[in-house]
């Protein structure tokens, strides 16, 4: 079935600092690419995505590139903030049902 | 205005009890979703409604029964609560269609049940 392998965490930085975060995907045909975010306490917000092969997402300094000869959506960005902390989660989508698979989530913390 | 709203945030309850969670979306979707999030933040589907019929029901135990009375609306019904039913659970919706792909989600309800 299905799957998404990302980074596991905790991830610690100090502000401005670059942040990667590893996402590796399985799964037959052209799926959906996406990475949801999780700010304490709050329920997950669309951050980025692409639906199709060599596409860039990017959203607030953010971006993430569908690289399916390595089946991999790496969540980038140049200089994270306090504010970045959160949960992120890559996921995907494949079929006419549309049901998201996650990977287990990557804690982010930025120290000021 | 709140897009997908859930009812009630907080849910304590002792085992063995019946519990209701609620989901309403303005957003005029047509497919809605249960997730659950469990203590290791780990998100997994467990339902989905189309128009009102079920499309996805992932390998949940007969306790948990959802109900959508109109589009708008999918509730979560979970009778006899154990323990392992502790979680935080998230209401998404989207829209039908092929390039209508992101979902929208709820602020989610932590269930605990003592």
Redesign the interface.
Known sequence: GDSVTQMEGPVTLSEEAFLTINCTYTATGYP?L?W?V?YPG?????LL?A?KADDKGSNKGFEATYRKETTSFHLEKGSVQVSDSA?Y?CAL?RG???????G??T?LTVNP | DTA?SQTPKYLVTQMGNDKSIKCEQNLGHD?M?W?KQDS??????MF?YNNKEL??NETVPNRFSPKSPDKAHLNLHINSLELGDSAVY?C?S?LAG?NA????????TRLTVL
Do not use: R
């Not at chain 1, 709050?42 to 669309?46: P, R, S, T, W």
């Open positions: 959906s996406f949801y999780q709050e329920g997950l917000q669309l995505k639906t949960v989660f989508i006419s049902n549309y049901k998201l698979t996650f287990k989530g804690l | 997908v497919t979703y997730y290791k933040k780990f998100l997994k589907i989905s499309i996805i998230f998404a989207k092929g792909d992101t979902q929208y989600f709820g602020p989610g």
